[in-house]
């Protein structure tokens, strides 16, 4: 006789109670047919119950419990298990608690990031998007940018006659190796973040971005582009093909995995998912930006005839968005060809002059955001990579997902370009890096007139952006971050107006206090959660980061919430995985339902202990209810002292 099929919750409960209960079972985790436990006592386990489960294939009491379900299904079963102990895969689940109180604090935490994300407007959400998938490679970006930089200026010298090749090219080529491990395959970290983001595996996500390359195509028989009959160009369609690409990928994961029985999921989805939306990619959406492509090499050649400064404005504005398209690359031959014709390439010093207009653009963003703590030390990383010729950083790390910068940007791009235009004669000798790295290559002694449109690239980027570019959003945060109150330190809410208040965060020990991005802890550093920042340190007395009422605490006593009168909801996470640590390291000295302000000690922390077991220290403030939230603003980064003012919230 079958036995009955179970949910996923009924199998989950039953699986724990053959297993001796929740509290026999230290962690949960699982492989590709098995669900793999750690349990406290082996006599408390029920083989034959766990047997006689509908849903469970067998058992394997070896040096961990192994329930096996079968590929496609264990995942699901394990998540569930795990969600029910409140506690993520891997960790270990306390004790003293049923997981209930930690599961409906995580479902309201997730429910709010939700709902925060419903509020935005589809091009906010996807400006929102963009940002996450490419904030984390900025660290890559600027390092490789630097590398990619001076080498740049070294090969510029050695092709101009200005170094010795014998001498330098076997540093440029090792700087170069260096740089290629980050630019040659961005397309590949773009799809597997892209696929994060969209909730797609991030493996696939990774194909997907590195179809566009076209590894392994026979070049004597390429791909034909279906909709002009010439070989299919490797990168046609860009970054945002491959973004595009990837949350198509998305969706038709997420639909196979609704239909596919769960016995073959693990076969057949993926192998559909990178079949229908590879074909895709390959023969749909590059194809079509090669078409473009194609369409563009007239429109470009007539406005090179046209010349002057007209050309150099077009050109240079609209340079960035080709470049996020893949569409640049109809370029190349036109730079080849006026080189063999000429000497010189008059193209490539206009199109150079769009990094400039990025770098006037942060510069704008620097001054007037300047109480936004977390943009400007991006910026500040990100601007001599963009001096030096490598734009990545500046694009996708701060004007791109901001919306209006990228757009006031291009046109400092198209200001720079006119100047270079109407100058003439500013040519370049070689096809290499933009921005001071190309000075060594123009021709003919006419360095001054690309120094002059660099300068003029910079100009128009900051003015546009200064006065156009700046989202409202930003100006209202950077507004409240100035505006100067009486109002004594421990108290939190303010009112600003009659409608809005704000609340005022603060450090919550002595140490420094950086923003949420930099966390270890993908799930803090991508915002999941929520908005705010974390502390790293000195000392283990833990102080509330708001006034406001105690409205939970964890069973592991790591992560206290908090309720401020305002209505914000506010988790105080002390440490990275110590929920591992079931409680040890943590003295709280709260309760529910305590009043507290800053001047409260919510708990003393043994952080030697933390560090011996292998986890971070990071004590994490975070706004989980940001659909109540106006603007927030990261006054304070660096070192601190307890208690000290850091950030502002209005509701």
């Not at 209930?100 to 906010?124: G, I, L, R, T």
């Not at 990168?235 to 073959?264: R, Y």
């Not at 910079?458 to 409240?480: S, W």
Request: glycine share 12%.
């Amino acid at each position: 006789m079958a036995k009955e099929e179970l949910s996923l919750e009924q199998l989950a409960k039953e699986i724990y109670k053959g297993a001796g209960g929740m509290n026999n079972v230290e962690s949960v985790t699982h492989c590709m047919t098995r669900v793999r436990m750690s349990v406290r006592d082996r006599d408390e386990v029920n083989e034959a119950q766990l047997k006689a489960i509908p849903g469970v294939l067998g058992v394997v009491d070896d040096e961990q419990l192994q329930v096996i379900i079968g590929p496609g299904k264990v995942n699901k079963v394990a998540k569930e298990m795990a969600s029910q102990a409140g506690v993520a895969l891997g960790e270990e689940i306390p004790t003293s608690a049923n997981g209930k109180d930690a599961v409906n604090q995580k479902a309201a935490e997730m429910k709010a990031a939700q709902k925060a994300k419903q509020k935005q407007s589809p091009f906010k959400a996807l400006l929102k998007d963009i940002s996450n998938i490419f904030v984390p490679m900025i660290p890559a970006f600027v390092g490789a940018g630097l590398v990619a930089g001076i080498a740049s200026v070294l090969a510029n010298m050695v092709t101009a006659g200005r170094l010795d090749a014998a001498t330098w090219q076997q540093y440029i080529d090792v700087m170069n190796i260096l740089k290629n491990g980050m630019f040659s395959f961005l397309v590949i970290y773009t799809g597997v973040n892209a696929a994060q983001v969209f909730g797609a595996t991030p493996t696939l996500g990774g194909v997907i971005g590195g179809v566009v390359t076209l590894t392994g195509m026979n070049p004597e028989a390429p791909i034909i582009n279906l909709f002009n009959g010439q070989p299919l160009a490797a990168q046609q369609g860009g970054i945002l093909g491959v973004i595009f690409a990837v949350w198509l990928l998305s969706k038709v994961e997420k639909k196979l995995h609704d239909i596919v029985p769960e016995a073959i999921d693990i076969i057949v989805t993926p192998t559909i998912s990178l079949l229908v939306i590879g074909l895709a990619e390959i023969f749909l959406i590059m194809p079509l930006a090669g078409f473009i492509s194609n369409g563009l090499v007239g429109g470009i050649n007539w406005i090179l005839n046209v010349g002057g400064a007209f050309s150099g404005f077009v050109l240079g504005a609209s340079f960035l968005p080709m470049v996020m398209f893949g569409l640049h690359q109809i370029l190349t031959p036109i730079h080849i060809q006026m080189i063999e014709a000429t000497g010189s390439t008059q193209l490539l010093p206009i199109l150079a002059m769009a990094g400039a207009g990025q770098v006037g653009a942060a510069l704008a963003l620097w001054i007037r955001l300047r109480k936004d703590k977390e943009l400007t030390e991006m910026i500040k990383g990100a601007l001599p990579v963009g001096i030096l010729g490598i734009g990545e950083p500046l694009i996708y790390g701060v004007t791109l997902p901001l919306g209006k910068p990228f757009v006031t940007a291009c046109i400092g791009g198209g200001v720079g370009g006119a100047v270079i235009g109407a100058l003439g004669n500013v040519g370049a000798t070689a096809i290499g890096p933009s921005g001071a790295a190309l000075i060594p290559l123009i021709a003919n002694g006419h360095w001054l007139g690309y120094i002059l449109g660099l300068l003029a690239g910079y100009a128009g980027g900051f003015v546009a952006t200064y006065f156009f570019g700046i989202p409202k959003e930003k100006l209202a945060a950077e507004k409240m971050a100035e505006e100067q109150t009486t109002v004594a330190p421990v108290q939190t809410t303010i009112l600003a107006g009659d409608a809005a208040a704000t609340t005022e965060f603060f450090a919550v020990a002595n140490g420094e206090v950086k923003p949420v991005s930099e966390s270890t802890d993908a799930v803090f550093s991508q915002k999941m959660m929520g908005e705010g920042y974390f502390v790293i340190p000195k000392e283990g007395t833990i102080y509330a980061p708001v006034s406001g009422t105690i409205s939970s605490v964890f069973p592991t006593k790591h992560a206290v919430g908090i309720t401020t009168d305002s209505g914000l909801e506010v988790l105080l996470h002390m440490g990275v995985n110590t929920v591992e640590l079931n409680g040890k390291p943590f003295d709280l000295k709260v309760a529910e339902g305590q009043k507290v302000t800053p001047d409260t000690i919510v708990a003393d922390v043994d952080l030697a202990a933390i560090k011996a077991a292998g986890k971070g220290t990071d004590m994490l403030v975070l706004v989980t209810n940001m659909d109540k939230v106006k603007n927030e603003i990261l006054e304070k980064v660096g070192a601190t002292e307890a208690k000290t003012p850091v950030m502002k919230v209005e509701v």
